[in-house]
């Protein structure tokens, strides 16, 4: 059986009820329940959350929202929220789960196609996991440096002098889609290990951090809409 584990804090800090904001008509976390459904994979899809006000509406979509006990912070990681899930659902509900779906709720733009496709290529691989991951559309990667306090550049890369062309391709990870074999979450409360990556288009994958991005992707959403995409 697959599990899927959509984490929706309420106490987002940049965007005031990030979660559960309208997005395209609908709250932001309307649409990862929706790409979960449409996809046919999971025998439950789960919201985690320690709101009372995401938890009621994520009850209009799913039958199951959790909410999560008071250990857990805005520091915590999707996975520890996602391993006290699954203890949860062993806990309460007698259910157990082969493979574990993690999907962020400030990813509206993944779609059923998206998870169903990195689900059948994590079975395929048979490595411990699969995560979406993206090419970054408007900077070359190599070039990016951080800077001091002086507002001066520490290169990240020894040679940041080429032309874009003659460096290697790079990639972005993506928390919109991870599938990751269960007992080897809840033994190693890690994903990394024995992973591969699977390619999202740069649209799909976006991450709503900032309003900025909450814009962008409003924008996104409307052309996709309208077949403009």
């Known amino acids: 059986m697959v599990v899927c584990i959509i984490p929706a804090r309420g106490g987002s800090k940049r965007i005031k009820n990030k979660n559960i904001r309208e997005f395209a008509g609908k709250p932001l976390l309307y649409w990862t329940i929706k790409a979960a459904q449409d996809s046919g994979i999971f025998r439950r899809i789960i919201v985690s959350t320690e709101s009372e006000e995401i938890a009621e509406i994520a009850k209009k979509y799913i039958d199951i929202p959790f909410l999560r006990e008071d250990c857990f912070d805005d520091y915590s990681t999707n996975l520890e929220m996602a391993i006290h899930v699954l203890e949860q659902c062993n806990k309460y509900l007698n259910e157990s789960y082969e493979t574990t779906a993690i999907l962020q709720p400030t990813s509206p733009l993944r779609t059923a196609i998206d998870i169903s496709n990195i689900y059948k290529y994590y079975r395929k691989s048979g490595l411990n996991s699969a995560i979406g991951c993206f090419k970054p559309l408007f900077v070359n990667p190599w070039w990016l440096a951080e800077l001091d306090d002086n507002n001066r550049p520490k290169k990240l890369f020894e040679d940041n002098m080429k032309r874009s062309q ?13 599938f990751v074999n269960t007992n080897f979450l809840l033994e190693n409360k890690d994903i990394h290990k024995n992973i ?34």
């Open 166 to 178: 003659d460096y290697p391709e790079l990639v972005c990870p993506s928390g919109a889609i991870i």
């Open 196 to 229: 591969t990556y699977f390619p999202l288009e740069w649209k799909n994958a976006i991450d709503i951090d900032t309003e900025e991005e909450f814009e962008i992707a409003e924008i996104l959403a409307k052309y996709k809409k309208d077949n403009l995409l």
